[in-house]
Antibody, heavy 117, light 107 residues
Framework: EVQLVQSGAEVKKPGEPLKISCRGS????????IAWVRQMPGKGLEWMGI????????RYSPSFQGRVTISADKSISTAYLQWSSLNASDSAMYFC??????????WGQGTLVTVSS | IQMAQSPSSLSASVGDRVTITCRAS??????INWYQQKPGKAPKLLIY???NLYTGIPSRFIGSGSGTDFTLTISSLQPEDLATYYC??????????FGPGTNVALK
């Protein structure tokens, strides 16, 4: 069974760094891209970027380029989303998802990030 | 490419036929998917490539359209269908755009 399991909720202060994770299981992790999607409180879904865990090739949405970094460690079947310095507007639910032929068939359960002083 | 979705919200009764529309800013052929999201949960795929019903999804969910205009129809609304629905376009399999969503509530 394909599963994407994300790390737990985080509470951080503005200016702090953060790295959240998404571990894949039940399939060949290196063979499928992993995407990250943001959902701010009460708002819609926003695609942030995508990575190929096999060779770390990645693409970013223009809205998120330079603001976050997506990475992956195929040896432990895990993808990451990280910020070097959080601000309050980064407070959101973050989902990882595995697209196949452009379709997000599998999703993680979400990681809630709260940034507050 | 921008995706406009309408209405932003609607209220309907159980058994009603519900229609949600997604319009692309340019021809996207059939590169559009539809998702259902309930509060606090990850989105769930309903329809892929405009009109294909995903495995395990009830047949009351119907997708149609091509080019710039697409429709998700719920033929007979059920209580468990109360949720927010999103269209999603993909480009070159690596770039994605979601519509703003349609909240479906009970009248």
């Amino acid at each position: 069974e394909v599963q994407l399991v994300q790390s737990g909720a985080e509470v951080k202060k503005p200016g702090e760094p953060l790295k959240i994770s998404c571990r894949g299981s039940g399939y060949s992790f290196s063979s499928y891209w992993i995407a990250w999607v943001r959902q701010m409180p009460g708002k819609g879904l926003e695609w942030m970027g995508i990575i190929n865990p096999g060779d770390s090739d990645r693409r970013y949405s223009p809205s998120f380029q330079g603001r976050v970094t997506i990475s992956a460690d195929k040896s432990i079947s895990t993808a990451y989303l990280q910020w070097s310095s959080l601000n309050a507007s980064d407070s959101a639910m973050y989902f990882c998802a595995r697209p196949v032929a452009g379709t997000f068939t599998y999703w993680g359960q979400g990681t809630l990030v709260t940034v507050s002083s | 490419i921008q995706m406009a979705q309408s209405p932003s919200s609607l209220s309907a009764s159980v058994g009603d036929r519900v229609t949600i529309t997604c319009r692309a800013s340019q021809d996207i052929k059939k590169y559009i998917n539809w998702y259902q999201q309930k509060p606090g949960k990850a989105p769930k795929l309903l329809i892929y490539d405009a009109s294909n019903l995903y495995t395990g999804i009830p047949s009351r969910f119907i997708g149609s359209g091509s080019g710039t205009d697409f429709t998700l129809t719920i033929s007979s609304l059920q209580p468990e269908d109360l949720a927010t629905y999103y269209c999603q376009h993909y480009e070159n399999l690596l770039f994605f755009t979601f519509g703003p969503g349609t909240n479906v509530a009970l009248k």
